[in-house]
């Protein structure tokens, strides 16, 4: 109640304010921060995933905008030395307005990528954009196997299913590459798990599957839980390290993040970074209301 209460008002705070927890977990505004916040987190052996910030655009017109900010942010990363790896949202290139354009935008994304033998995540977003999403997935891995991977989510019920479908691309050569991670969106309950204890099962079970049957896991939690899960996953199956690593977000629980990393786990951190960071943040705390504990945390507590 008190979250819901806290994420209704949020949007209608000063910028400034909002931007006090949001620099917690932004990179900034420019590519240049982005830079800047990768090379700290490589000082720390820590490796990187950038994200440009914006979804659910409206326009195809924004999409060919977006395109070009990722083709010129896959440039820029290779000129300044670091090795890292890049996200998209398909909606920010249009899924929903034009299914066949956006394929069009993020194929010439992975096909850049592919040059520079770097490698693209598909995030997940919303259960409207599930099947698209995975098909997408499905013709960019035919074509480019080892530069483009996937998000699951484990909150939905369907998520064993998809990554046994799509084992038929899983190759030792060019293994599928997925992130797991719980899922951000709120789901209707036919579809999705709710509670807490059932969605880290499934978590756990979806990874046992993937590290058993050899395809590449990016863990992403920062659910001590299901860190320990992993754990005796990896050791259970004898998994070697080029075929997993953790992941987190920018500013979240950097203590537990640097604990995996100090126990000889490869880490990689999904930085975020654009001029539409208050509209992320506002709308985000929308659609997950508990966030708004955290914020409050973050603007309250530094712990
Ligand atoms: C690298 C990465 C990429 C992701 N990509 C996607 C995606 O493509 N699609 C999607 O739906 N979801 C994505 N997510 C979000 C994910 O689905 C979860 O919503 C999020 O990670 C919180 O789940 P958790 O596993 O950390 O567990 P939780 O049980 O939610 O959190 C465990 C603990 O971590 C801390 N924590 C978690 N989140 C935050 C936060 N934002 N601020 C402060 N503390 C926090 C809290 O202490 C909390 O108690 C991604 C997450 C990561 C790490």
Not at 210 to 222: D, E, F, P, Q, R
Not at 249 to 260: A, F
Not at 275 to 296: C, D, Q, V
């Amino acid at each position: 109640m008190f979250n819901r209460f806290i994420a209704a008002i949020l949007p209608w705070f000063p910028k400034k304010f909002i931007w006090l927890f949001s620099k917690s977990y932004i990179s900034g505004e420019t590519v240049d921060d982005a830079i800047r916040v990768s090379k700290e987190l490589k000082k720390d052996n820590i490796d990187i995933t950038l994200d440009v910030l914006g979804e659910f655009i409206t326009t195809l017109d924004e999409a060919e905008e977006n395109k070009k900010e990722y083709l010129n942010l896959i440039d820029v990363t290779y000129k300044s030395g670091i090795e890292g790896n890049f996200s998209v949202k398909p909606t920010f290139f249009g899924l929903l307005i034009d299914e066949e354009i956006c394929y069009k935008h993020i194929r010439e994304i992975v096909a850049k990528a592919s040059a520079y033998n770097n490698f693209i995540r598909i995030d997940m977003e919303d259960s409207s954009c599930t099947d698209m999403e995975i098909e997408l997935f499905s013709r960019l891995q035919k074509e480019f196997p080892g530069n483009v991977g996937l998000v699951v989510q484990a909150y939905l019920k369907r998520t064993l299913d998809d990554v046994i479908g799509l084992s038929d691309l899983n190759s030792e050569k060019h293994p599928l590459n997925f992130r797991l991670c719980k899922g951000i969106y709120i789901e209707p309950a036919e579809i999705a798990y709710k509670k807490y204890e059932e969605i880290n099962k499934h978590f756990l079970e979806d990874l046992e599957y993937m590290l058993k049957n050899k395809i590449y896991a990016g863990i992403a939690t920062h659910d001590k839980p299901l860190v320990e899960g992993a754990f005796k996953l990896i050791k259970k199956y004898n998994v070697p390290k080029s075929m997993y690593e953790f992941q987190m977000l920018y500013g979240v629980t950097p203590n537990l993040r640097e604990s995996i990393v100090k126990d000889g786990h490869r880490m990689r951190v999904y930085v975020p970074f654009g001029t539409k960071w208050f509209g992320y943040s506002t709308r985000r705390l929308k659609e997950n209301p508990k966030m708004a504990s955290h914020i409050i945390k973050a603007i309250f507590y530094k712990g």
